[in-house]
């Protein structure tokens, strides 16, 4: 937001530096990001000066321009070529000297140079109307006054407005200092913070009279709602044409491009007050009648950037007896705005329900001056006093008549805020007591009134334009700001405590996962939870109904919650493989987010992502491309990590995978994992295998056992490990070897495990030979053969029994 100082300095007489009241603005929490230097005149005419023309001949080489020797307050003439058709001796002209800087009107510089044109030197240039920047003229010269005296610097001729505007930036909630009064009313605050009283001069409106009643308006507001205050004015017999120079100086040093007198006047008033305002034309206006409504949806309206827009049902509209004009506090229509040949406005200045206008800004994409001041919400006592003085503005600078009574309907009057300031919890909250005088005083510059005063606390009433205030807390830091955060002293004593946290919180299970997943090679990736609504076709078990959508989403690609890890994951991985890196390890720990019939609901996730190879290709060792039984021992080595050891296994039931496992403990879903289906990663032009997993990490944080971690000394004894090559059919797997094995001896039996599977013609049909090892121990003494071979015995005998193996 800018601010000139300028025109701050109507509201405030002060004197300082434009950096002092920078830093003090900064103080009270307008934060000031930079200062720039703003002229009417760019480049000040700095190096221009008046000349007098003592000779004007006909260039010798060039039929169109004219050799002439002119005074400029030197000792000596100088001699300059010109081309204007108008130069003639005895004028007196505007004269850029040698090294003098000009501009164009895009802005781009260029500086003056003693040359030849044709021939002839030439010392300078005599300069016209636009060439100067004071004018649009281009037929001729400028011809200054006679009475001038050479030499003159052209500043000194031409009044030239000099500005200092400040660039705020402005937090949301700070909507009452969406304007100069606005910063004004806040600088005088400060200042008398530092004992510098000023008064605050407020813009008089008691001139505001009604000529006569000859055009008056229906007003009927269909929702109050949506529009709880609604003022209008009509003005008759006016004049459009371009605005003076003191409104367009002011409007061109905030950015702001003048249009004509009445748009120039209404941006004026909403950038010194804050209240937007629209003007229409009101020969424009069917049957003198403004009616303000929703309509029905799909109803067609073309605004004044030539865009036809398509209205929701939940737009409110401004419209006459037949048709729609306006999109209420957003942007006009192209038929019915002020144009060079309107005689008359209806002047509309309105409170709109700031939710419904940023609803309807963001459905459109518009961010104009007005919406950004009603969605963070106008002060509503302030509505009609910002009309009366547009419409005496407006009268000022472009004539006319007020010609109707002002229509205010305002049913239902805003309360203003009532809040109990306890004093102990200025002290508490600040961390230093403040004197109850200084408070009071700082609470009156604020024009937040002290209903009554007891020992505890105060009783206040919150002025309207204070929208952001409404809490105790909310007037303590309205103190601070304005006692200024700079005053508040450093202790010498830091006081800490420190709570009991237990290892099983849900984030220290996170570092120990992540960290065990960085060892494996894993980085860790944060997606947004944001997506595409169109992603939930692309998986079975998605539904779109079980989405949660955004109300104002930035985009159409980001207007709904995620129902899946695994969509955001394999963008990433498309992401990267499109910049040539091909073998990634991802994990990421978020949630996802589904909409059902008793409420919306949180699911907490892990998610591991694996494509590519198992390791980089070297010359001893050639590139293992990354297979389920690798991914595997992952999900297990989490798991097995985090305690959860009573895992039952159950092929996957799932459309996101072409084969893979679920893991369950205790009837509770721990993790899905596998191969995802080709036509699933086709969507992302993704062609080579991608491992994911899915963790209900809900589940694991009841699951992960709580008890304290035992350590066991190093075994003594040595252990043993025997082999058996079973032939079994190929239906049996080796979790069914391995239970048998543990539940046939518990002791002694430590680890089992598979180093050789094989499959073949040499074989019986349906049968399959898997070699296995059997590692022994016993830790309160050494194996003998005999407990070793009874062990093996029970083993060999129990695969016979229970799973039809023979020993090969």
Same mark, same amino acid.
């Given at each position: 937001?800018?601010?000139?100082?300028?025109?701050?300095?109507?509201?405030?007489?002060?004197?300082?530096?434009?950096?002092?009241?920078?830093?003090?603005?900064?103080?009270?929490?307008?934060?000031?990001?930079?200062?720039?230097?703003?002229?009417?005149?760019?480049?000040?005419?700095?190096?221009?000066?008046?000349?007098?023309?003592?000779?004007?001949?006909?260039?010798?080489?060039?039929?169109?321009?004219?050799?002439?020797?002119?005074?400029?307050?030197?000792?000596?003439?100088?001699?300059?070529?010109?081309?204007?058709?108008?130069?003639?001796?005895?004028?007196?002209?505007?004269?850029?000297?040698?090294?003098?800087?000009?501009?164009?009107?895009?802005?781009?510089?260029?500086?003056?140079?003693?040359?030849?044109?044709?021939?002839?030197?030439?010392?300078?240039?005599?300069?016209?109307?636009?060439?100067?920047?004071?004018?649009?003229?281009?037929?001729?010269?400028?011809?200054?006054?006679?009475?001038?005296?050479?030499?003159?610097?052209?500043?000194?001729?031409?009044?030239?407005?000099?500005?200092?505007?400040?660039?705020?930036?402005?937090?949301?909630?700070?909507?009452?200092?969406?304007?100069?009064?606005?910063?004004?009313?806040?600088?005088?605050?400060?200042?008398?913070?530092?004992?510098?009283?000023?008064?605050?001069?407020?813009?008089?409106?008691?001139?505001?009279?009604?000529?006569?009643?000859?055009?008056?308006?229906?007003?009927?507001?269909?929702?109050?709602?949506?529009?709880?205050?609604?003022?209008?004015?009509?003005?008759?017999?006016?004049?459009?044409?371009?605005?003076?120079?003191?409104?367009?100086?002011?409007?061109?040093?905030?950015?702001?491009?003048?249009?004509?007198?009445?748009?120039?006047?209404?941006?004026?008033?909403?950038?010194?007050?804050?209240?937007?305002?629209?003007?229409?034309?009101?020969?424009?206006?069917?049957?003198?009648?403004?009616?303000?409504?929703?309509?029905?949806?799909?109803?067609?309206?073309?605004?004044?950037?030539?865009?036809?827009?398509?209205?929701?049902?939940?737009?409110?509209?401004?419209?006459?007896?037949?048709?729609?004009?306006?999109?209420?506090?957003?942007?006009?229509?192209?038929?019915?705005?002020?144009?060079?040949?309107?005689?008359?406005?209806?002047?509309?200045?309105?409170?709109?329900?700031?939710?419904?206008?940023?609803?309807?800004?963001?459905?459109?994409?518009?961010?104009?001056?007005?919406?950004?001041?009603?969605?963070?919400?106008?002060?509503?006592?302030?509505?009609?006093?910002?009309?009366?003085?547009?419409?005496?503005?407006?009268?000022?600078?472009?004539?006319?008549?007020?010609?109707?009574?002002?229509?205010?309907?305002?049913?239902?009057?805003?309360?203003?805020?009532?809040?109990?300031?306890?004093?102990?919890?200025?002290?508490?909250?600040?961390?230093?007591?403040?004197?109850?005088?200084?408070?009071?005083?700082?609470?009156?510059?604020?024009?937040?009134?002290?209903?009554?005063?007891?020992?505890?606390?105060?009783?206040?009433?919150?002025?309207?334009?204070?929208?952001?205030?409404?809490?105790?807390?909310?007037?303590?830091?309205?103190?601070?700001?304005?006692?200024?955060?700079?005053?508040?002293?450093?202790?010498?004593?830091?006081?800490?405590?420190?709570?009991?946290?237990?290892?099983?919180?849900?984030?220290?299970?996170?570092?120990?996962?992540?960290?065990?997943?960085?060892?494996?090679?894993?980085?860790?990736?944060?997606?947004?939870?944001?997506?595409?609504?169109?992603?939930?076709?692309?998986?079975?078990?998605?539904?779109?109904?079980?989405?949660?959508?955004?109300?104002?989403?930035?985009?159409?690609?980001?207007?709904?919650?995620?129902?899946?890890?695994?969509?955001?994951?394999?963008?990433?991985?498309?992401?990267?493989?499109?910049?040539?890196?091909?073998?990634?390890?991802?994990?990421?720990?978020?949630?996802?987010?589904?909409?059902?019939?008793?409420?919306?609901?949180?699911?907490?996730?892990?998610?591991?992502?694996? =494509? +590519?190879?198992?390791?980089?290709? #070297?010359?001893? %060792?050639? @590139?293992?491309?990354?297979?389920?039984?690798?991914? !595997? $021992?992952?999900?297990?080595?989490?798991?097995?990590?985090?305690?959860?050891?009573?895992?039952?296994?159950?092929?996957?039931?799932?459309?996101?995978?072409?084969?893979?496992?679920?893991?369950?403990?205790?009837?509770?879903?721990?993790?899905?994992?596998?191969?995802?289906?080709?036509?699933?990663?086709?969507?992302?032009?993704?062609?080579?295998?991608?491992?994911?997993?899915?963790?209900?990490?809900?589940?694991?944080?009841?699951?992960?056992?709580?008890?304290?971690?035992?350590?066991?000394?190093?075994?003594?004894?040595?252990?043993?490990?025997?082999?058996?090559?079973?032939?079994?059919?190929?239906?049996?797997?080796?979790?069914?070897?391995?239970?048998?094995?543990?539940?046939?001896?518990?002791?002694?039996?430590?680890?089992?495990?598979?180093?050789?599977?094989? =499959? +073949?013609?040499?074989?019986?049909? #349906?049968?399959? %030979?898997? @070699?296995?090892?059997?590692?022994?121990?016993?830790? !309160? $003494?050494?194996?003998?053969?005999?407990?070793?071979?009874?062990?093996?015995?029970?083993?060999?005998?129990?695969?016979?029994?229970?799973?039809?193996?023979?020993?090969?």
């Amino acid at each position: 937001m800018n601010i000139s100082y300028n025109w701050l300095k109507q509201f405030l007489k002060i004197d300082w530096e434009a950096k002092d009241t920078a830093e003090l603005l900064t103080d009270l929490g307008l934060e000031v990001e930079g200062i720039s230097h703003y002229e009417t005149v760019k480049g000040g005419l700095k190096g221009i000066v008046v000349g007098h023309v003592l000779t004007c001949e006909q260039h010798p080489n060039a039929d169109r321009l004219k050799l002439t020797t002119v005074d400029i307050g030197l000792e000596k003439p100088v001699q300059i070529v010109c081309g204007a058709p108008n130069v003639a001796k005895g004028q007196n002209v505007p004269v850029a000297t040698i090294g003098t800087v000009l501009y164009t009107k895009e802005g781009e510089s260029w500086k003056i140079k003693k040359g030849k044109i044709r021939g002839e030197e030439s010392h300078g240039m005599i300069c016209a109307e636009d060439e100067l920047g004071i004018g649009e003229s281009h037929d001729g010269i400028m011809v200054l006054d006679d009475s001038l005296t050479p030499g003159t610097p052209m500043a000194e001729v031409v009044e030239i407005e000099s500005d200092e505007v400040f660039e705020i930036g402005l937090t949301p909630n700070r909507a009452d200092a969406m304007s100069h009064y606005g910063v004004a009313r806040d600088l005088k605050a400060g200042l008398k913070q530092k004992e510098v009283e000023k008064e605050l001069i407020t813009p008089s409106t008691s001139n505001f009279n009604i000529t006569d009643r000859s055009l008056k308006m229906d007003v009927l507001v269909e929702d109050n709602s949506l529009a709880p205050r609604y003022c209008g004015v009509t003005l008759s017999n006016l004049i459009v044409q371009p605005s003076p120079s003191w409104l367009k100086n002011r409007l061109k040093a905030i950015g702001l491009n003048p249009v004509n007198n009445i748009v120039d006047a209404t941006n004026y008033v909403l950038h010194e007050m804050g209240q937007p305002l629209h003007a229409f034309d009101a020969d424009r206006i069917f049957g003198k009648k403004i009616v303000v409504k929703t309509l029905p949806k799909g109803t067609k309206f073309m605004t004044l950037d030539g865009i036809e827009r398509e209205l929701h049902e939940e737009d409110l509209m401004i419209c006459d007896g037949e048709k729609p004009m306006c999109i209420a506090g957003v942007f006009g229509g192209i038929n019915t705005g002020v144009t060079e040949n309107t005689k008359s406005i209806f002047l509309e200045s309105a409170y709109f329900d700031p939710v419904s206008i940023r609803k309807t800004a963001k459905r459109h994409g518009l961010n104009t001056d007005a919406s950004f001041r009603f969605e963070r919400g106008i002060d509503i006592e302030n509505v009609e006093y910002s009309l009366k003085r547009a419409a005496m503005l407006i009268k000022e600078i472009a004539g006319g008549d007020i010609t109707s009574d002002i229509v205010d309907l305002y049913p239902n009057k805003k309360d203003n805020y009532q809040v109990f300031l306890s004093f102990d919890k200025i002290d508490k909250l600040i961390g230093q007591n403040i004197p109850r005088d200084t408070i009071k005083s700082i609470l009156a510059s604020l024009e937040i009134k002290v209903k009554n005063v007891t020992e505890s606390g105060m009783g206040l009433v919150i002025p309207s334009y204070r929208v952001d205030v409404q809490r105790e807390v909310d007037v303590i830091e309205e103190i601070l700001r304005v006692y200024g955060y700079n005053n508040i002293a450093f202790g010498d004593k830091l006081n800490a405590s420190i709570a009991p946290i237990s290892k099983f919180e849900d984030y220290n299970l996170q570092y120990v996962i992540g960290d065990l997943l960085a060892a494996r090679g894993f980085h860790e990736i944060m997606t947004n939870s944001l997506t595409s609504p169109d992603y939930v076709d692309l998986i079975e078990e998605l539904k779109h109904e079980q989405s949660v959508t955004i109300l104002n989403p930035l985009s159409t690609d980001l207007s709904t919650m995620r129902q899946s890890m695994l969509l955001n994951g394999l963008e990433t991985i498309s992401y990267n493989i499109n910049r040539k890196s091909r073998n990634l390890r991802f994990f990421e720990f978020g949630k996802t987010y589904h909409q059902y019939s008793d409420g919306h609901v949180e699911d907490k996730h892990l998610s591991l992502f694996v =494509t +590519g190879n198992r390791n980089s290709t #070297g010359w001893a %060792s050639p @590139a293992k491309p990354t297979d389920f039984f690798f991914f !595997k $021992s992952v999900v297990e080595n989490i798991l097995n990590r985090l305690g959860i050891l009573d895992i039952n296994t159950k092929p996957i039931e799932s459309t996101i995978f072409s084969e893979g496992l679920t893991f369950t403990c205790k009837k509770k879903k721990v993790v899905h994992f596998g191969v995802v289906n080709k036509s699933l990663i086709k969507q992302f032009d993704i062609k080579q295998e991608v491992l994911y997993a899915d963790f209900n990490w809900d589940n694991i944080i009841e699951l992960v056992p709580k008890s304290e971690i035992k350590f066991n000394p190093i075994p003594k004894y040595p252990e043993v490990k025997r082999d058996l090559a079973l032939l079994i059919d190929e239906r049996v797997g080796f979790k069914e070897i391995h239970d048998i094995a543990f539940q046939t001896e518990r002791n002694l039996l430590k680890k089992v495990n598979l180093f050789d599977v094989y =499959t +073949g013609d040499k074989l019986p049909q #349906g049968k399959k %030979s898997y @070699a296995v090892s059997f590692t022994l121990l016993d830790e !309160k $003494s050494t194996l003998t053969d005999k407990q070793i071979d009874k062990i093996m015995s029970k083993l060999q005998q129990k695969y016979t029994t229970e799973l039809g193996a023979e020993l090969r």
